[in-house]
């Protein structure tokens, strides 16, 4: 913290053995000690070690972190559309503003269902090495009645119901093709709350047996050169 701009908009990572630049998603806690970045490599064998250089410190630089170019799958719903997925039931899931876990949008079942009816978003997708999914989701709705629920090929994973905030969910994915369903279903009667299920930052990313460990450390440090805007002052070694 404290060496980078304060959008942390000038931060990159550079594959040091092959000079190129890698992709990587900032999370949360931009220029804080508490900082989250994803960085994707090539590969990483067990028991390697491999260092990254990361660079900051470019005055003119424009943030380069995105997540699609880190994960399997990645939606935080920032295009304010559903495309790419699959929608339906009586009314189907839709983009919402009035609650969000990141950025402006999310997405959201219809409140306009009735009774004994649902709405639903579904994705289809692929994966050649075991992943896990990742997601935020939060309802509003009648306690134990009507549920916000998580299918994986047709197998409920979780549900939820009544009044829950954001709340984080992880499962397991193996190789191949997987439907991936969120419904929101209304039993015979009685409407509480929005009425309504979110969703919210849809992660799928592989996973290793153990995850790697990291240092960090400063050293070279150099004056920016405004004569070349990719010429950034700090290197870090992780």
Not at 78 to 107: E, Q, W
Request: charge should be negative; proline fraction near 4%.
């Amino acid at each position: 913290a404290g060496y980078m701009k304060s959008d942390c908009s000038d931060i990159r990572f550079v594959d040091p053995d092959n000079n190129y630049e890698l992709p990587y998603w900032i999370e949360e806690g931009c220029n804080t000690n508490n900082t989250i970045i994803w960085i994707k490599v090539d590969s990483l064998p067990g028991l390697s070690t491999k260092k990254i250089w990361m660079v900051i410190d470019n005055p003119t630089a424009v943030s380069k972190s995105n997540g699609d170019e880190v994960f399997e799958f990645f939606d935080n719903f920032v295009s304010g559309s559903l495309d790419g997925y699959s929608l339906g039931g009586n009314r189907p899931f839709m983009i919402c503003t009035d609650k969000v876990y990141d950025g402006n949008y999310s997405a959201c079942s219809d409140p306009a269902i009735g009774d004994n009816q649902q709405s639903w978003m579904q994705l289809n997708i692929s994966l050649d090495s075991d992943s896990v999914i990742e997601f935020y989701w939060s309802v509003s709705s009648e306690h134990n009645y009507d549920y916000l629920r998580f299918y994986i090929d047709g197998s409920q994973k979780a549900a939820i119901s009544g009044s829950v905030n954001w709340q984080f969910k992880s499962f397991s994915l193996t190789s191949g093709d997987h439907t991936l369903l969120w419904k929101y279903t209304k039993d015979g009667s009685v409407t509480h709350g929005a009425d309504k299920g979110w969703v919210d930052r849809i992660i799928i990313r592989k996973v290793a047996t153990s995850d790697p460990t990291f240092t960090l450390n400063i050293s070279d440090i150099k004056y920016f050169n405004p004569f070349n805007p990719e010429n950034f002052s700090y290197k870090l070694p992780i």
